[in-house]
């Protein structure tokens, strides 16, 4: 199996701002929090990271169903993440509420969030290595 490289660069814009830019263009802003000297007007990094998680449940449930033969028709994921107090403060727990819609079965649903959280999603794998990294979801 070939390594993957992914890339990415971030640059200085100004103040407490920074882009981000993946390897094809695509871009991200990011900043401090206003309690650092930021404008709030951007996502902090550790809610770019949270972000990143939910996308990443996201399109790999998405990726599954559809080698199923399946799919959603709405998808939502909410991650809360509480920091530890001491330095790194990195994340103490994190919690994905997830919102699925579609002809699914409740059953498979779950088997397939539990496998992408537990091994597909990298975001989520290396989270939970550092973190108590719980989940529900909710079928409407």
């Known amino acids: 199996m070939s390594k993957d490289t992914l890339k990415a660069s971030v640059s200085w814009q100004?103040?407490?701002e920074y882009l981000c830019k993946d390897s094809v263009g695509h871009e991200i802003l990011f900043g401090a929090s206003?309690?650092?000297g930021g404008?709030?007007?951007y996502p902090i990094p550790l809610e770019g990271l949270l972000a990143t998680a939910g996308a990443c449940i996201a399109v790999n449930t998405q990726i599954i169903l559809?080698?199923?033969g399946k799919d959603y028709t709405y998808f939502n994921v909410e991650v809360q993440g509480t920091r530890k107090d001491e330095?790194?403060?990195i994340f103490e727990k994190i919690h994905a509420k997830i919102?699925?819609?579609g002809n699914l079965e409740k059953d498979e649903?779950?088997?397939i969030i539990q496998e992408v959280i537990?091994?597909?999603c990298p975001i989520t794998v290396i989270l939970g290595l550092t973190a108590e990294l719980t989940w529900d979801y909710t079928m409407d």
């Open 66 to 68: 559809r080698q199923r």
């Open 118 to 120: 537990t091994k597909f």
């Open 14 to 16: 100004k103040d407490m």
């Open 39 to 41: 404008t709030g007007e």
């Open 109 to 111: 649903v779950k088997e």
């Open 87 to 89: 330095y790194p403060r």
């Open 34 to 36: 206003k309690a650092f």
């Open 99 to 101: 919102k699925i819609k």
